[in-house]
């Protein structure tokens, strides 16, 4: 049984890895993990999500302003990306810097389509890391 | 060799032997998931951490715990402060290294840190390797100071460990260092060799970077180099790889102060303190004094009475001498606004605090505003740069006022940055000596505001901080080098108004500033005002303590080295006008 959780979750955790969902920093994070920080990823990972909650929020209220404040939107994105950047959450990255390149050419339709673009692959991550660390567990 | 630091002095250290291991890194990251991932990364590196979330309370726990961390990490993009300014800050308050972070490689990017004096600048997301490597700054750093002559504020513990770090990775003896160390003597230049590690560091006092300013001057700005600069000072044991860096942080500050210029807000009169906190507004200007300390009580100035203490008040013409780039004197009064007559004076003169240094010459309106502390003394115009003309005029002494000393704790809002006012100097002691010879005196308080100096003959001169060594301040009698460190304060402003307000008799200038604190060096007075002062409890004229434990961390207006114990109300004069930048 054991054995079997073990496997399952090294399979989800390489399939993640393979899908682009995570890359290599997410393994540097295991590696930190140790017997003084048992849960050291799951911990991280859950600062992530409460952070990106607040980003999230606040990016979704800046694109309803008019007019758009571009500038901040690309400062509350940079903040996520570099946020994201922490787990190694890779294809949220890369929709966070399609987002700011949207900003930069004062597109806001672009950013609101991105903006549900990296909304999903937020979502799907975060279900995704959850159904991990249940098996981790 | 497995001699150990133990048997050398008697001295032991945890970190002696194992270095790098125990190094103690500041790590500032708004972000927390960084923050954690990093605090665990130089863990298992064998470090010692301390995290913070904010460019401010990471500039207050340097302040706090002088000498209690040997690098500094940082993220560019914090919230509340720009992170090359915190790294200006952190270079020149504290001289420690500094590595920036970003998730942004872009060149200009990285070309700006390392030009604020980031010795790395490191893209996230960042490995384990990377962070290995950072005691090699450390390092470095202090190979650079050893080869610093000057004043050797020999750190035992310092010397020990890096010497034992050098000795791991050189190979060098210890037998200099035993040397050294006969009688746990520490201070003193025996240990010009480089390989001595030891933390030398030239402390640019009052004096010495007056000297330098006029050397600068008179070069020529535009021709200047550290050279000719060493040459025209002619102090015998300044290298002059000092004047280098000196020179450097003096003209990033120059650029910096120019820049900044540009942004102000309105900064007369009394605003909320929270206005002037922008990192935009001009530092030295005086803004917003408003918030200053509160109830600095102006009972607890036994000055000459009369003299009152002025608080810069918002409307006062401080704010209109603001003098962009360097200027130095208000607008109005060319006297230097400590000085005799305070009173006088203080109605008279404006303070003109510039961004750059300036005097403050602060109208002198009854105020309640806790005053810094004063100093008075002669001044010696500063000249930083050519369109400078300092004016002060050293009182010649006709009422010396005392200067108000000021040390306590200015509880401050939170929010705002406090300013440390540590002060000093007694009124005899500056009668005493009304000029020259007046030792600097400065005072370290936490308040937001300026405190404005004793009318006594000193002018105040704001200024940006940051002399290299920045350390406590401390009231020192006869300290005959203290390092400013001035940053942007709120200047007190009017009286009453907001809690905060400082109230300086006998002259004491408030000047409120914007975000940088302001460090005025008059000759003995000193004070910070530092925007968002507020509450500044009380000042206890009389009370030499060094101001402590103000929650929100602020710039040391002053600071002395810190082997002085402040003793007496004595302060010590600023001979000079100051500056550090």
Known sequence: ?137 | MMENSKTIAGFSSPRTDIFPAGLRVLVVDDDPTWLKILEKMLKKCSYEVTTCGLAREALYLLRERKDGFDIVISDVNMPDMDGFKLLEHVGLEMDLPVIMMSVDGETSRVMKGVQHGACDYLLKPIRMKELRNIWQHVLRKKMQEARDVGNHELDQYDEMWMLNGVERLSGKKRKDFENKHDEKEMSDSRCVDSSSMKKARVVWTVDLHQKFVKAVNQIGFDKVGPKKILDLMGIPWLTRENVASHLQKYRLYLTRLQKEDEVKASFCGMKHPDVSCKETSSSLSLQNPVDVCTDVTKDKYSGDSGDKAIVQNGKSNIYESKVKGVVLMPVTEPRSVVGDNFDSQVAGSKIGLTESFGLVNTDVESANLPIPYCSTGEAPQPQYKQDFKPHFQSANGSSHQPLPVVSHQIPVDRTQATCFLNHIPSREERNRHPDAENKPSFFKSKCGVVGNFSPIESTVNLFQPVSQQQRNVHILEQMPSTTWSARSCNVVNGPQSSPGNLSLRSGSMVASVGEDVCGASIQGECFLANNGLRNIEQFDYNDPQPISGVPTCLYDTLRFDYEYPIDSLEGIVMDQGLFIV
């Open chain 1, 1 to 137: 049984m054991e054995n079997q959780k073990k496997r399952q979750a090294a399979y989800m955790k390489r399939s993640l890895l393979d899908q682009g969902y995570l890359d290599e920093q997410f393994i540097h994070l295991e590696e930190l993990q140790d017997d003084a920080n048992p849960n050291f990823v799951e911990e991280v990972v859950k600062l992530y999500y409460t952070d990106s909650a607040r980003f999230i929020r606040n990016i979704e209220l800046a694109l309803e302003n008019a007019p758009c404040d571009f500038t901040r939107l690309d400062n509350l994105m940079y903040q996520f990306k570099g946020s994201s950047s922490s787990i190694g959450a890779r294809r949220v990255q890369r929709q966070c810097s399609q987002f700011q390149e949207y900003c930069n050419a004062k597109n806001i339709e672009g950013c609101k389509n991105i903006f549900q673009g990296v909304k999903h692959e937020y979502a799907t991550l975060k279900t995704k890391l959850e159904a991990y660390f249940q098996m981790e567990r």
